[in-house]
Structures are given as structure tokens and as C-alpha cells.
């Protein structure tokens, strides 16, 4: 079954630094998405892109994140400069088309800041 | 503003009961919604997903029941194995809207 894919699984990181998550989604899709979700809370929408720019964005992705897709395959969230508060499990996801608009789910990158 | 929450944060049921974890929203405009599992240090995992032009939807073990005159939303697994044990999201979304709106989950004990 198709899914999708990130990288790191973990990444520990000092307050400050440059953070890059790496996603691949399902390979037909068209929407991509990150969410994130602080340990014990509930999943929160960041950020939506489709046809090669962010279609939709929440508070939270403000101007330390970006995200990009550099070829084909990958999606990417940066975060310019850290803060403690971004520690977080961060979730690249993904769905077909307007019709089929089922959104699945990557496992997570657990980032932590120190 | 809109709002998606869950009556009860943690449900323990016995191995081969049926459990429902119950899901309200606030948003009149949702029309879309859809239940996800997460299990520990894992990714929201797709159960069932339901529109707002239909009352039930059935898919394996699992139904989803949708109030729109209430504005909630329960998910159904019949038989409950010990592998159900997870923390169950109801999210939601509307028409022209990609990004999904999470409740806060309730967490799913399964007793032996």
C-alpha cells in the first residue's frame, strides 16, 4: 500500500539552528500537507500546499517556517530558527484530488529542541 | 470560532465488547469528517471517513454515525480486539477548506 514517507524519524536540535523535515508523499497526490503535534495534544494544521504553492496556512506558520518542493518527489519543511517551543512530532501528509480528498498521514518527525 | 472536541478522554472497554467514542463539532459548515487512530509514536492512521449528505457509513468492524442537527459524529468498532487499543481523532473540514480540524482524541483501552 502506498504511504508516506518522512525523514528524520528524530531529530534533536539546538534552540536557534535551521531545522529541514523531509517528506515523500504518495506518489499520485496533488495536495500536501504538514501538521504537527505537541506530546499530548491534539494534531494541528500548519500548512496546505498544492500546484506549487501554499494553498492554506494557520497561525502557527509564520514566518520561521517555509516549505518547499525542491523536485518530483520530495516536500519539505524548514524552520529558520528554532525555538523550545517547536518541539514537536511533525506530520508531512497527503491526498489525491478535490474528490478523493481523504488525507493520509506520514509517520512523524520527532523534533526536539534543546 | 469552530471547534471539534471529544466527550470523553479515555474509554476502556473489554476485548470482544463494542465501543463508541463520541465526537462534537461546532462548525455548521463541516461537511466532511473523518476518524483516525493513532497508536503510540505513530502517525494518524485513516479508519473511516463520512459526508454530510449520508446519516452511516460501514467499513470493516468500524461505523461512523453522523447528527447534523447536533453536530455529532461516533465511531462504532464491533468486537474490540486488544490491537484497537490506540487513541482515536475525529477531524473535520468543509467544502474549499484541504486542512482537517482535530478534535483532542480519546484514548481506546481494550481489557483481555
Known amino acids: 500500500e502506498p504511504e508516506v514517507t518522512q525523514t528524520p524519524s528524530h531529530q534533536v536540535t539546538q534552540m536557534g539552528q535551521e531545522v529541514i523535515l523531509r517528506c515523500v508523499p504518495i506518489?499520485?497526490?496533488?495536495?500536501f500537507y504538514w501538521y504537527r503535534q505537541i506530546l499530548g495534544q491534539k494534531v494541528e494544521f500548519l500548512v496546505s500546499?498544492?500546484?506549487?504553492?501554499?494553498?492554506?496556512k494557520s497561525e502557527i506558520f509564520d514566518d520561521q517556517f517555509s516549505v518547499e518542493r525542491p523536485d518530483g518527489s520530495n516536500f519539505t519543511l524548514k524552520i529558520r530558527s528554532t525555538k523550545l517551543e517547536d518541539s514537536a512530532m511533525y506530520f508531512c501528509?497527503?491526498?489525491?484530488?478535490?474528490?478523493?480528498?481523504?488525507?493520509?498521514f506520514g509517520e512523524g518527525s520527532w523534533l526536539t529542541v534543546v | 470560532g469552530e471547534s471539534v472536541g471529544l466527550h470523553l478522554p479515555t474509554l476502556s472497554v473489554q476485548e470482544g465488547d463494542n465501543s463508541i467514542i463520541n465526537c462534537a463539532y461546532s462548525n455548521s459548515a463541516s461537511d466532511y469528517f473523518i476518524w483516525y487512530k493513532q497508536e503510540s509514536g505513530k502517525g494518524p492512521q485513516f479508519i473511516i471517513d463520512?459526508?454530510?449528505?449520508?446519516d452511516k457509513r460501514q467499513g470493516q468492524r468500524v461505523t461512523v454515525l453522523l447528527n447534523k442537527t447536533v453536530k455529532h459524529l461516533s465511531l462504532q468498532i464491533a468486537a474490540t480486539q486488544p490491537g484497537d487499543s490506540a487513541v482515536y481523532f475525529c477531524a473535520e473540514t468543509y467544502t474549499g477548506r484541504r486542512a482537517l480540524t482535530f478534535g483532542s482524541g480519546t484514548r481506546l483501552q481494550v481489557q483481555p
Open positions: 463520512i459526508r454530510s449528505n449520508m
Open positions: 501528509a497527503s491526498s489525491a484530488d478535490r474528490e478523493r480528498n481523504t488525507i493520509y
Open positions: 500546499f498544492y500546484n506549487n504553492e501554499i494553498s492554506e
Open positions: 506518489s499520485n497526490h496533488l495536495y
